[in-house]
């Protein structure tokens, strides 16, 4: 099966530009999450959606980070503006069923300047 | 709240010699245990899980891990390590309950496997 796409895969942008990642996560997948990677940490999330509906954003920094969940497919996540502690590798994953195991993107690492 | 510990830093291994890998967890219930391997610019591979049952799960790779109730750990396990093991390891521990089922991380080991 395919996994977890991802873009872009590289993002450097300057402080208090927006930026926006996209995944599509396994088909048939209905769980989706969002983690940040901040280097040499382990990810954390930000936010888990059950098909389109949020299901957990108690990590989301809701002043300046959104994502969204269209058709309960795809998914963006979006900063603005973005500051220099945002730099950071943005996860992707998908589930199909509770902790049935979780398939993770390739990330995109972004750095803010 | 659910919180992962991962005492090691870093671990320095000579290939063909034996792994363990530690991590610590803190949750009130039976939780679902997980761990990932990440090579550099890549993204998280799922090495094995424990959900139920047998305590001692196995994993791809020859990994294998030990779920300790009374120790609240779930060390990470290789009777014989290659170069290509080098990586980070990631323990992470998910809710057993209801609703949200993301994943709380350690902050990683990062393992060296000497020549």
């Known amino acids: 099966e395919a996994g977890v796409a991802q873009s872009p895969r590289y993002k450097i942008i300057e402080k208090r530009q927006s930026v926006a990642f996209w995944c599509n996560p396994i088909?048939?997948?209905?769980?989706l999450y969002w983690y940040q990677q901040i280097l040499g940490q382990g990810p954390k999330l930000l936010i888990q959606?059950?098909?389109?509906?949020?299901?957990?954003d108690s990590q989301l920094p809701k002043d300046r980070f959104s994502a969204e969940r269209l058709k309960g497919v795809d998914s963006t996540l979006k900063i603005q503006p973005a500051k220099l502690e945002d730099s950071a590798v943005y996860l992707c994953?998908?589930?199909?069923?509770?902790?049935?195991?979780?398939?993770f993107g390739s990330g995109t690492r972004l750095t803010v300047v | 709240a659910q919180s992962v510990t991962q005492p090691d830093i870093h671990i320095t291994v000579s290939e063909g010699a034996s792994l363990e890998l530690r991590c610590n967890y803190s949750?009130?219930?039976?939780?679902?245990l997980f761990w990932y391997v990440q090579s550099p610019g890549q993204g998280l591979q799922l090495l094995l899980k424990?959900?139920?049952?047998?305590?001692l799960v196995q994993g791809i790779k020859g990994f294998e891990a030990e779920f300790k109730r009374s120790q609240s750990s779930f060390n990470l396990r290789k009777p014989s390590v290659h170069w290509s093991d080098a990586a980070e390891y990631f323990c992470?521990?998910?809710?057993?309950?209801?609703?949200?089922?993301?994943?709380?991380f350690g902050k990683g080991t990062h393992l060296i496997i000497q020549p």
């Open positions: 959606f059950q098909n389109n509906g949020v299901v957990d």
């Open positions: 424990y959900f139920s049952g047998d305590t």
């Open positions: 992470a521990v998910g809710e057993s309950g209801g609703g949200a089922d993301g994943l709380t």
């Open positions: 088909s048939g997948h209905a769980t």
């Open positions: 994953a998908s589930s199909l069923v509770r902790a049935g195991g979780y398939t």
């Open positions: 949750y009130g219930a039976t939780p679902y």
